[in-house]
């Protein structure tokens, strides 16, 4: 069965200084795998997305993850963080077939002047 | 193009009430998928719709049911609320690919509140 860890439910930055969110997946097979971020009070929007292309993913804003098989990993970067960036943010692992998302139970981020 | 729209924003029921959501997705998109979200249980997988068909289905009691239209617009109904049914319920809508590859656009979502 799929399923994604978040190993951080919380995470703390200054603005200017590095975004790290972990996430760790299970999967039988080759996952779809992406990261979506929600703001307060509006929908779920998708930073990016991996299906099993190249492994180092760029998405909007400056995030991007990195596919790590080995690891059964998929963290979510961003060089500088930027006072807009903080909200909710969610990895998640499509199952083998057709739109059943599997949703990790998100990491909030909080970013200081 | 005109995103995904739910119907309302916002409701508010009492216990053993009934409701239903609405859900328009993007032009073109024939796959819409329903969420729940809650602070305790997180986002969970409701039922997927595509063609008018029900092809996926979430862990959830027989009371959660959905239907498509002719249209690809979306409803999904509860019926006997009870109060842990209080949440945000998301739409989301795709366009169809035999891989299920594709991005899901979700709406702003409709906050239900049991009373």
């Known amino acids: 069965a799929q399923s994604v860890t978040q190993l951080d439910s919380h995470v703390s930055v200054s603005e200017g200084t590095p975004v790290l969110l972990r996430c760790n997946y299970s999967?039988?097979?080759?996952?779809?795998l992406f990261w979506y971020v929600q703001h307060p009070n509006k929908g779920l929007q998708l930073l990016l997305k991996?299906?099993?292309?190249?492994?180092l993913v760029k998405g909007i804003n400056g995030f991007e993850a990195e596919f790590k098989k080995s690891e059964t990993s998929f963290h979510l970067t961003k060089p500088s963080a930027h006072m807009s960036d903080a909200a909710e943010y969610f990895c998640?692992?499509?199952?083998?077939?057709?739109?059943?998302?599997?949703f990790g139970a998100g990491t909030r981020l909080a970013v200081h002047p | 193009k005109a995103g995904v729209t739910q119907t309302p924003r916002y409701l508010i029921k009492t216990r053993g009430q009934q409701v239903t959501l609405s859900c328009s997705p993007i032009?073109?998109?024939?796959?819409v998928s329903w969420y729940q979200q809650t602070p305790g249980q997180g986002l969970q997988f409701l039922f997927e719709?595509?063609?008018?068909?029900?092809?996926n289905k979430g862990n959830f009691p027989g009371r959660f049911s959905g239907r498509q239209f002719s249209n690809s617009r979306s409803e999904m109904n509860v019926s006997t609320l009870e109060l842990g049914d209080s949440a945000l319920y998301l739409c989301?809508?795709?366009?169809?690919?035999?891989?299920?590859?594709?991005?899901?656009?979700f709406g702003p979502g409709t906050r239900l509140t049991v009373l």
């Open positions: 991996y299906t099993s292309a190249a492994t």
């Open positions: 719709y595509f063609s008018e068909t029900q092809r």
């Open positions: 032009s073109g998109h024939r796959s």
């Open positions: 989301a809508s795709s366009l169809p690919d035999a891989e299920g590859r594709n991005e899901q656009f």
């Open positions: 998640v692992v499509r199952t083998g077939g057709y739109n059943k998302l599997i």
């Open positions: 999967s039988s097979y080759s996952p779809s």
